[in-house]
């Protein structure tokens, strides 16, 4: 569905070099820090900055040679930049409708009234939620065979936000070969939704795994410095000195569990790993 | 292209003040300046350019992104926008014409055919001054794009007093050699001059395709 390999984009004080897959009917997520190359990364997607180099392909297709048509395939949400906020809902249907051949305007508006938008309120004037519900409302609302969200639930409470995850599951739903890139500082949002992730860290992928295979084979060791002395490093990715001695991110949580039956073993969660990745020494 | 006609269309009909403005303005000018050419010029010229605040709007609190992710190529966003300062330019003129002639048939001030061919010979001139507008507005945007293009008027001027001063030094009467050029009519003038703004408009057009295609958003 979406491939990158080897995106380069050379800032002054950043470079960009990331290789990525979304499959067809797949939720792939995008994490890092804030500056790791996320939203770089999603722009060199939608062609709204030039690459240095590599490759981007969506639909089979390098997405610089993307004409209009293949732009209706895309349903975006972009965390800073959104309609103009002096339009309001009922201006932007039609220019939607115009935009999109398969824009589903009883499901818009159904979805809209769900959320309680208004429809004659400038969007200047929404609050952080209503202008995040109206974007993924009109990213979702043309059939779109993959969706491109950086933060989309950003500025959202706890409720809208699990009601917007539960909108993306029925979009991958409603067709088998749909699939999703979403980047989310929430990482509760991601472990929920997506079936792997990528890590990027200062412009570079660090990470990738399933979501399952995340969740139940990492693990954080917690041990001291005997223990540690003592430890089989072959499967610890990253450790980090702690006042109580190490902590240690494995990937092997069952090797750990069945040979160091003594050692406190974590269930590693993904901000855990992002910051066991990022903070602790390979 | 239609969706982002809608868009702009949608934009100019929000800004409710600003109409309001340029119908009292109307109004006044119709009723206190006899000079037709001004009203038809002025309400044309301000129509025209309201293709530049689009671009405004458009680039307003990072807009370009999210505008240049939905179904839009960059030349088809700069069709749009000369597209849409054509139609309002059209429009405005028209509407300055009838008002002018409303005005001159009441007041008694001008006839209605001596307006209708000041208002033709009025209209290359606003879509020459479009088309010089335009790429300043994208490759600068908001005040730097408008500051940008005065300053090339000014730099038009400054050029033609240099050429005059140049001619005064050389002793070359410049009027004298405009009057012994060939003699042409109103219809060649104006046609000419159409023809210089439309081929205006398309380089100016080209120009604007080629700094949208390297703008990052």
Not at chain 1, 89 to 111: E, R, S
Not at chain 1, 142 to 151: G, S, T, V
Not at chain 2, 79 to 100: R, T, V
Request: hydrophobic content about 45%; aromatic content about 10%.
């Amino acid at each position: 569905m979406l491939r990158i390999e080897h995106l380069v984009k050379k800032y002054e004080d950043f470079t960009l070099d990331c290789s990525m897959e979304v499959r067809p009917g797949c939720v792939t997520g995008l994490i890092g820090q804030n500056g790791a190359g996320k939203s770089t990364t999603f722009k060199a997607i939608l062609g709204l900055i030039h690459r240095d180099g590599g490759k981007v392909e969506a639909f089979g297709k390098d997405v610089e040679e993307f004409t209009v048509k293949d732009k209706q395939k895309l349903g975006v949400v972009l965390s800073d930049s959104g309609f103009s906020g002096y339009l309001n809902i009922h201006d932007i249907i039609p220019v939607l409708a115009n935009l999109y051949g398969t824009f589903d305007k009883d499901f818009f508006m159904k979805q809209v009234q769900r959320f309680g938008l208004p429809t004659d309120k400038k969007i200047k004037e929404f609050s952080t939620g209503m202008k995040a519900k109206l974007k993924v409302l009109a990213a979702i609302s043309h059939r779109a065979k993959l969706l491109i969200l950086d933060e989309p639930t950003v500025g959202l409470d706890v409720v809208a936000r699990d009601e917007l995850l539960e909108l993306l599951r029925d979009f991958m739903e409603a067709e088998e070969d749909r699939s999703i890139l979403i980047s989310s500082h929430i990482s509760g949002d991601l472990e929920s939704l997506c079936d792997d992730l990528y890590m990027v860290h200062e412009g570079k992928i660090i990470l990738h795994e399933d979501t399952d295979v995340l969740l139940s084979d990492y693990a954080l060791l917690k041990v001291n410095s005997s223990q540690y002395e003592k430890l089989d490093k072959q499967y610890i990715l990253r450790h980090k000195k702690e006042s109580f001695g190490y902590t240690c991110l494995t990937n092997q949580k069952r090797y750990y569990l069945e040979n160091y039956p003594q050692t406190v073993i974590e269930k590693g969660s993904v901000d855990e790993v992002i910051a066991m990745m990022i903070r602790g020494e390979a | 292209m239609k969706g982002l006609l809608i868009k702009d269309i949608k934009l100019m009909l929000n800004q409710k003040k600003f109409f309001i403005t340029i119908g009292f303005i109307a109004l006044m000018l119709v009723s206190v300046v006899k000079d037709t050419s001004f009203i038809i010029s002025y309400i044309t010229f301000i129509g025209a350019l309201f293709t530049l605040s689009t671009i405004n709007y458009d680039e307003y609190d990072n807009g370009n992104a999210f505008l240049f992710s939905l179904p839009v190529t960059r030349s088809g966003y700069v069709a749009e926008k000369y597209g849409f300062g054509l139609m309002m330019g059209g429009s405005c003129w028209l509407f300055s014409l009838l008002i002018a002639i409303v005005s001159g048939e009441v007041r008694k001030t001008a006839a209605a055919w001596d307006i209708l061919l000041t208002a033709i010979e009025i209209f290359p001139v606003i879509l020459i001054l479009l088309a010089m507008m335009i790429p300043f507005q994208l490759k600068f945007g908001g005040e730097k794009g408008r500051i940008a293009a005065i300053a090339v008027v000014g730099a038009v001027f400054v050029v033609c007093i240099i050429v005059g001063k140049a001619a005064d030094i050389m002793e070359i009467d410049l009027i004298d050699l405009l009057n012994r050029m060939p003699k042409l009519g109103w219809e060649a003038i104006v046609g000419l001059t159409m023809a210089a703004a439309a081929a205006l408009l398309l380089l100016s057009a080209s120009i604007s395709v080629a700094i949208m295609k390297k703008k990052e958003f």
